[in-house]
């Protein structure tokens, strides 16, 4: 399954907090990788580098410069899986990326009660949110791969 990267942040100790789209949370070690790897090496070197990691265009990795990056597959399958209060929660946007849905057939299914607004998604400002449990209750397993 595509693991979209959705948001990263440089923490101590040259590791990285990735989320993803599908609403989990990983700890990356970046450590390992400046042995195996010179480009790394430079990270070592650079804790300002380090801090400028950004996520790549589309969420398939993520990216410090032309010379330095890491795809969306290393970062799920050798990241470490951490509890936050967010986890399990997607945008509309991306729910319905995965699932192949329109973002219509979730506000409709919310106004015809069959997702509980409050309990199964909710609304932040302008944008929606819904539960991974939710989605998987009411559309199966997600459609894209």
Same mark, same amino acid.
């Given at each position: ?16 907090? &990735? ?6 949370? =990983? ?8 042995? =195996?790897? =010179? ?23 993520? &990216? ?17 899986? &951490? ?32 997702? &509980? ?29």
């Amino acid at each position: 399954m595509f693991h979209k990267v959705k948001a990263v942040n440089a923490l101590p100790d040259y590791r990285l907090s &990735v989320q993803f789209a599908e609403g989990i949370t =990983k700890i990356y070690d970046v450590k390992p990788l400046f042995q =195996k790897w =010179k480009a790394f090496k430079s990270l070592e070197q650079s804790a300002e580098l380090f801090g400028a990691v950004r996520v790549d265009t589309g969420g398939y990795g993520i &990216v410090w410069n032309d010379d330095i990056d890491l795809s969306c597959d290393e970062l799920y399958a050798n990241g470490e899986k &951490v509890k936050t209060p967010f986890d399990g929660l997607m945008a509309f946007t991306d729910a319905t990326e995965l699932w192949g849905l329109n973002e219509s057939t979730l506000r409709k299914a919310i106004a015809y009660g069959k997702l &509980v607004d409050g309990v199964d998604a909710c609304k932040y400002g302008k944008q929606w949110v819904i539960s991974t449990e939710a989605m998987e209750r009411e559309y199966g397993n997600p459609k894209k791969k």
